[in-house]
């Protein structure tokens, strides 16, 4: 689970978040419970005892994070938010900066305020944590065999190209980066 995790953030940071809100919501589905987590999820994984030893530690660093920063029940890690955050400051410098990245905006732009209207008063986050929140309910919706509209299709695809083009850039930002 950790190299998954590791391997998304490298390569495509918006599925790393994803990833990772999924891994959280494995976490709370089982409140918790280390004891069931393992036998009824990593117990299932085709790997050695050893590779398995090392995902129940996974998760047990990630259940205690979870509850150290207290978010059982709801919010995400710290450092998945940073991560939304640090995204939403490149996506506010590009709009600025380049023409596709601002064109592919727009098209993810209607639904983004869908979105907005749709939250009923709670905050929805920046726009970069509206698409990735757009995203992972379509994902859960098909997870649970939930009909999906063609809208949530439509505007699940736009935030995927936004999402797309910033993983793009990020990951640019990264590889050049002097560190």
Not at 6 to 31: A, P
Request: include cysteine.
């Amino acid at each position: 689970m950790q190299s998954i995790a590791e391997k998304k953030k490298s390569q495509n940071i918006g599925e790393y978040l994803v990833y990772m809100y999924q891994m959280e919501d494995l976490i709370r589905s089982y409140q918790g419970n280390m004891e069931e987590i393992q036998q009824y999820v990593v117990s299932h994984y085709p790997v050695s005892e050893q590779e398995k030893a090392e995902i129940t530690r996974w998760f047990e660093e990630l259940r205690d994070n979870m509850m150290s920063q207290e978010i059982m029940e709801k919010d995400h890690l710290r450092e998945l938010r940073d991560l939304v955050e640090n995204l939403a400051n490149l996506h506010w410098k590009l709009l600025k900066t380049d023409k596709t990245y601002f064109e592919t905006y727009n098209k993810a732009k209607p639904h983004i305020l869908e979105a907005i209207l749709a939250s009923d008063g709670e905050n929805p986050g920046n726009e970069i944590q509206i698409c990735i929140n757009g995203i992972y309910g379509l994902l859960l919706c098909r997870l649970l065999g939930k009909k999906v509209d063609d809208q949530q299709i439509k505007a699940a695809e736009a935030f995927g190209e936004v999402l797309s083009l910033l993983n793009f850039n990020y990951q640019q930002r990264i590889f050049m980066s002097p560190n």
